[in-house]
């Protein structure tokens, strides 16, 4: 399966948009993206995938760029239960019986 | 509808004692994962069933580690004996099986183990 490269941490205001970036330059045309986020002393929680079309859901929205290359999850109004350590993972739906879980992006919602 | 339910949360044991962990995946999902999470990094898989058959469990160590889902339903995650480098958090996730997989799995709370 393709490698992500996902930001340490990042910062987002209560309320603004918190777009969290992802590369995967070495996916590969049946490989999906595949969003889950980690609140703190929780399991993973799914959030939305996709192949090449955005998508929307009501968690949030998943841009993947035209080359497939990589992939921005928006989360429209950000709130503080969105704390959470967010992990973006390119997959084949095949494959998705073995996720394979990078060490994600902390995002920090502050009031 | 409940979703995956894992005991216990938490267990603490002395070095070289067993301990054992339970999973029950939601109603009717066929496909069952143990994962292991190390402090700060993301979960790494262990052993994957489809119904009672474990299709994937390269990464067990099976030396000290193993499972089982008898019924295929329920599964239990054993340790014998327990080593230091053990304490973790090890999650049960079920998934829709076969071609009703869309890669979405439902993770349960995990069971955070100590070994002193």
């Known amino acids: 399966d393709a490698k992500t490269t996902q930001p340490t941490s990042m910062d987002c205001a209560e309320g603004r948009a918190a777009n969290l970036p992802c590369n995967h330059s070495t996916i590969s045309g049946n490989e999906y993206v595949y969003w889950y986020r980690q609140i703190h002393s929780q399991g993973p929680q799914y959030i939305i995938h996709g192949l090449k079309n955005n998508e929307t859901n009501e968690m949030a929205s998943l841009i993947i760029t035209e080359d497939r290359k990589s992939s921005t999850l928006i989360l429209p109004h950000a709130t503080l239960r969105d704390t959470a350590v967010y992990y973006c993972?390119?997959?084949?739906?095949?494959?998705?019986?073995?996720?394979?879980f990078g060490q994600g992006t902390r995002l920090t919602i502050n009031p | 509808e409940a979703g995956v339910v894992q005991s216990p949360r938490y267990k603490i044991i002395e070095k070289k004692q067993p301990v054992a962990f339970w999973c029950n995946p939601i109603s009717g999902h066929n496909t069952l994962y143990w994962y292991l999470q190390n402090l700060g990094q993301g979960p790494e898989l262990l052993i994957r069933?489809?119904?009672?058959?474990?299709?994937?469990d390269s990464q067990l160590p099976k030396d000290r580690f193993s499972a089982e889902r008898l019924k295929g339903v329920d599964s239990t995650l054993k340790i014998q004996p327990a080593e230091l480098g053990d304490s973790a958090v090890y999650l049960c996730a079920s998934s829709l099986g076969g071609a009703s997989n869309t890669g979405e799995l439902f993770f349960g709370e995990g069971s955070r183990l100590t070994v002193l």
């Open positions: 993972i390119v997959s084949s739906i095949q494959g998705a019986q073995k996720l394979v």
């Open positions: 069933y489809e119904n009672e058959e474990a299709v994937d």
